[in-house]
């Protein structure tokens, strides 16, 4: 039983987190497009920002499961 609410606790832990890293990225996304002139230069930005968000989170998550 302490196995099962363990996991239900982490699982929660690990929503509340992703969430916040969710709202997180929005803000400083919105931040960043007052600040770039140009749409060729956001959409390569964003392409970079979304890549990097690709691989880093799963490594992010990754490191919690330990």
């Given at each position: ?5 363990g996991e ?7 929503s509340v987190?992703?969430?916040?890293a969710y ?44």
């Open positions: 039983m302490a196995g099962f609410i239900l606790l982490f699982a929660i832990v690990r987190i992703a969430d916040g709202a997180l990225f929005v803000k400083v996304g919105a931040w960043l497009d007052t600040k770039i002139a140009g749409r060729t230069a956001k959409v390569i930005i964003g392409m970079l920002l979304g890549l990097a968000a690709f691989f880093l989170i799963p490594v992010f998550f990754g490191l919690l499961d330990l």
